[in-house]
């Protein structure tokens, strides 16, 4: 592994571990890469976090389970206020398992030099058209024509509805971008700016000994910055799975 | 910017897919209703 980063963005590259080939057909998109290797080690890093949560169905709950209790009763907690009823209880485990997936999939990308899969903007922004696409399908399939009342805020003056349909429209497709492009940018941007950030620093104490002895200072900084990273690893995977919540209680209660 | 290669652009929707279709189907069949059994058995004792 080469421990020498030349740019910011180098972290973020996609290199093929083991690919395949045939003649009859393009095998390209099962060929393990970076992407699949991080992203089958996310599914066995949750299962064996779950497997070690179980706490041979005692009562009384270990530590461990109780970690795992506390992240259940969080999302459970946002279901049931955002979207409630059956369709919550129904919808919980997909919640459960997005939110696990994006929370998981960011402290990974934390590791020094590991791979950032929430980065790959094309992944997060598929996922977010995806979940809009699924939105949209329910919202029509529960409401038919209604749906399209979603567009008209009630009690809109009548000067103001061709207006206010085209704005509420336009932000109602934004959806289907902003949601994934949220989660991606910001950790592109949290992980870009601790490489940027230690190879400053790097620079700074290989200066001189008085440069070296004086580091420790930014290099407390880049700590705190760490630490901070970490929050956000937690709060985009929150928000993500709010606000994907939020466009299903849309499209199943209308306003 | 290296993610903007469309050559891994099918392969990474794949997996990342396929990997949350795996968790989804785990989690709902499996792990969740384990724990669900477990929070209405202390409910059931806590309440009588």
Partial sequence: ???IINSPLEQFTTRVYFGLSSGLINLDTITLTSFSIYSIAVVALILGFSILNDNN????PTRW???FESLYFTVEKMVSEQIGGLEGRLLFPFMFSLFMYILIANVVSLVPYSY???AQLIWTIGLSVAIWIGCTL???ANHGA???GLFLPSGTNLPLVPVLVIIELLSYIARALSLGLRLGSNILAGHLLLVILAGLILNFISISIFTFALGILPLSILLGIVALESAIAFIQAIV????TCSYIKDAIHLH | MPQLVPFYFTNQIFYG???LSVIVYLFSIYILPHYLEIYVTRIFITKT
Avoid at chain 1, 57 to 60: K, S, V
């Fill in chain 2, 17 to 19: 897919f396929a990997s």
């Fill in chain 1, 65 to 67: 389970s109780l970690a």
């Fill in chain 1, 138 to 140: 329910t919202g029509l």
């Fill in chain 1, 1 to 3: 592994m080469n421990f």
């Fill in chain 1, 116 to 118: 950032a899969i929430n």
């Fill in chain 1, 146 to 148: 209604k749906f399209f």
């Fill in chain 1, 57 to 60: 169905t005692n009562i009384l």
């Fill in chain 1, 240 to 243: 993500f799975t709010i606000l």
